[in-house]
């Protein structure tokens, strides 16, 4: 298994902002009665700002931890106090939040905070990482986001500006603070360092984090950024309007395999390894005009007009003057599973769902708009003025960075959720405008991975324990080991899965080069180096 699991892979995705919303910042949560240290049941009478903690118990190492009724849950990897408490900030909020404390002897004296994905509304997606957390000594902490839905369902923000708030930034936030509270009430020595790790939507809850409440971390980890959640959405439309725009643009799930075997050709050997990974597809230069019919249609070519579906994906949205809106998309995956089909060209293609569900829940709050209502131009405009300043996170991390902070981003070539491109044009950015982004920001791109994890490369990576080095005074991080699985998906769950081969990931833009010589599945055997 290769690709990315359908329902996990639209779970994981999510966006932060050009200037704070006209809502209150609140105040830290406070210690009002603290439990005796080391005692978990105790912890329901810990007094807490804004709503209370309901439960408290131990969970056995090996015990199923399950987050949504009715559903099987994964083992424990160790014992921990597992504690729930419901907060609300506002009349109509309801934030859901967990904080798992390993017992006192496996404690290393950190705290993980875990992103959410997709609009959240379990927390199903953060109990992976803090699952992660509590395997490594970590007391972790997430959130439901403030409300409750399935992966692809925004109705809870009809008319709830409140909910919407705790969704773009404020859930996280308050996590942080309860999770700080409850561990300085549980353990007798202090916090040492706190982190926070998000992908997809939980990477764009890790910039929000940096840039809106630099003070909750101390160093943060932000995959696949789904950032900036209005600008991606209104590429979403974009990217549905081109693939399904006209009933003979839809390219047909069994032609991307041409695309996919045609790309593969041109440009896979380029790195010297013909692997099937592009390792940096942007210089490609891949024109699906080659495979146009001569006359018609067939199996084995492209009609005129889905060769223009395919070259609109690959390019990315413009505008009518042909200005980039947002990045495109990579080719090499393109028929690999949970890539094109689940997100831009299936028949339920996510693209399109997340983006009518913003527009007709947030931005419009009309439960009857439809897709066809779309208008590119004053559709865009009012999204970025209604929650530009409540979703988005901007790029001023001088906050973050002037306390120490340390930022590690990654994203894999072959997503086709969120452009990779984009975050390199954050990390760019973000360069451009702040001196100490050299020396405490790295940037990993990810050869054959998809949307946050699996695909057809070496897609399994440790960012934590890098960051933890790096922030515990070792030097930035210039490369990683990534492993290579025939499950990928086991393995990002922490199950038995086997390794194929490892490769090394380079601090971009550096790459990496085979030596010439021993196995191209040994890390060993490659070199960082600057790219051609």
């Known amino acids: 298994m290769t690709g990315l699991s359908p329902r996990l892979g639209i779970a994981l995705l999510g966006g932060a902002a050009m200037g704070m919303a006209a809502v209150a910042v609140l105040a ?6 603290a439990a005796p240290a080391g005692s978990c049941e105790s912890l329901t009478g810990l007094t807490i700002a804004d709503g209370k903690i309901d439960s408290a118990v131990m969970v056995k190492q090996g015990e199923a931890i399950t987050t949504e009724a009715g559903k099987p849950g994964l083992p424990a990897p ?40 997709g609009y959240g509304g379990t927390l199903t997606l953060p109990a992976l990482t803090m699952r992660t957390g509590i395997a490594k000594g970590y007391a972790a902490t997430g959130s439901d986001m403030g409300h409750l839905s399935n992966d692809v369902d925004a109705k809870w ?34 916090l040492a360092a706190a982190y926070f790790h998000g992908c997809s939507d939980g990477g764009r809850e890790a910039l929000n984090e940096a840039q809106r409440y630099p003070t909750d971390y101390d160093a943060i980890i932000a995959g696949a950024p789904a950032n900036p959640w209005t600008r991606l959405m209104t590429g979403f439309m974009a990217d549905h309007r081109a693939a399904f725009g006209k009933p003979d643009s839809i390219i047909p799930n069994a032609k991307l395999k041409l695309l996919q075997a045609a790309s593969l050709a041109k440009c896979d050997a380029a790195d010297g390894v013909t692997d099937n990974v592009i390792d940096d597809p942007r210089k490609c230069g891949f024109d699906p005009g080659v495979l ?14 889905q060769v223009e579906t395919a070259r609109a994906l690959y390019r990315g949205p413009v505008d009518a003057k042909g200005k980039s809106i947002f990045p495109g998309y990579m080719p090499g995956a393109e028929a690999v599973a949970g890539t094109w089909d689940l997100w ?18 947030m931005v419009h709050a009309n439960p009857a708009w439809q897709p066809t209502d779309y208008d590119p131009i004053a559709d865009p405009k009012l999204a970025a003025k209604k929650f530009a300043g409540i979703l988005d996170a901007n790029t001023d991390l001088s906050a973050f960075y ?22 390199i044009n954050y990390y760019e950015e973000v360069k451009r405008t702040q001196r100490q982004a050299a020396s405490s ?18 897609t399994g990576f440790d960012p934590l324990t890098a960051l933890d080095q790096w922030r515990q005074g070792g030097p ?12 990928p998906i086991f393995a990002y769950f922490g199950l038995p899965a086997k390794a194929l081969g490892t490769r090394p990931l380079c601090a971009y833009p550096k790459v990496a080069r085979w030596k010439g010589t021993g196995s191209t599945d040994d890390a060993g055997n490659f070199d960082c180096v600057a790219p051609s």
């Not at 146009?292 to 007009?305: E, I, V």
């Open 344 to 361: 831009l060209t299936g028949a339920n293609a996510q693209h399109g769902r997340f983006g009518t569900e913003f527009y007709r829940y």
């Open 292 to 305: 146009q019919c001569k006359a018609g249609d067939a199996a084995d070519c492209l009609t005129a007009p």
């Open 157 to 190: 923000a009809l008319n709830e500006p409140e909910k919407i708030v705790d969704f773009g930034h404020r859930a996280n936030h308050l996590a942080a603070l309860l999770a700080k509270q409850v561990v300085g009430s549980y353990y007798p020595k202090p």
């Open 476 to 487: 930035a991080p210039e490369q990683m080991v990534a492993t290579r699985y025939d499950n």
């Open 78 to 117: 160790a014992a921990f106090c597992r504690v729930h408490a419901v907060l609300k900030p506002t009349p109509r909020s309801e934030v859901k939040i967990e904080v798992w404390l390993p017992e006192g002897a496996a404690w290393n004296g950190k705290l993980l905070g875990a992103g959410n994905g």
């Open 402 to 423: 002037k306390r120490g902070g340390k930022l590690i981003l990654y994203h894999g070539w072959y997503d086709a959720a969120i452009p990779p491109e984009n975050t």
């Open 28 to 33: 830290p949560v406070e210690s009002v009665r």
């Open 441 to 458: 920001t790295r940037l990993f791109m990810v050869p054959g991975m998809s949307h946050c994890l699996g695909g057809p490369g070496a």
